[in-house]
């Protein structure tokens, strides 16, 4: 399954994971040093759970630590995957609210990655506008990138949901 899309020139973020709240990471599985190289973003056992929207061997997290994987593509979602989008928020939601510290991450964390947690925000009070700003301002203002989920988060996912269910062909 193509998970990324190419058609993006956006550059890696210059950090692995950047912290969007106290305890909420957002991040990916690549990063630009100083130096302009490209490098691997490796958890280790920093986090309590780590959910990975894409997956690379090699970059962890520590078998000790809780990791949920769910592969999607960095385009328009099925109804299934827009189901798993919103059963990871609120497993990300729970994490938090138990004090857990948790990174979602996808290939660079902009996309995938941003839409979990700006749904897992928007479950803990925020409107969606102020969700995608906060996660712009603390991780990239290329974050949310993907106009698809930018439209999926601002009509709600629960519509968005139903929306992907009809059934268009005839």
């Known amino acids: 399954m193509k998970t990324r899309q190419k058609d993006r020139d956006v550059p890696e973020p210059d950090e692995p994971w950047s ?11 690549f990063w630009t040093d100083s130096a302009g190289e490209v490098r691997p973003a490796v958890a280790g ?3 309590d759970l780590v959910i990975s929207l894409f997956t690379r061997a090699g970059h962890g997290p520590h078998p000790a ?3 949920l994987i769910a592969e999607l593509p960095d385009g328009p979602l099925t109804t299934d995957q827009i189901h798993s989008v919103h059963e990871l928020a609120r497993t990300t939601t729970r994490a938090l609210r138990a004090g857990r510290t948790v990174l979602v991450r996808c290939h660079s964390g902009h996309n995938r990655s941003g839409l979990v947690i700006a749904q897992s925000l928007i479950e803990l009070g925020h409107d969606p506008h102020t969700a995608i700003s906060l996660i712009r301002r603390r991780r990239s203002p290329r974050a949310l990138n993907n106009e698809t989920f930018v439209q999926y988060l601002s009509t709600g996912l629960h519509v968005a949901y139903l929306l992907s269910g009809l059934d268009t062909s005839d």
């Open 65 to 67: 630590v809780q990791h």
């Open 45 to 47: 056992d920093e986090f």
């Open 19 to 29: 912290e969007i709240r106290p305890g909420l990471w957002m991040g990916g599985h």
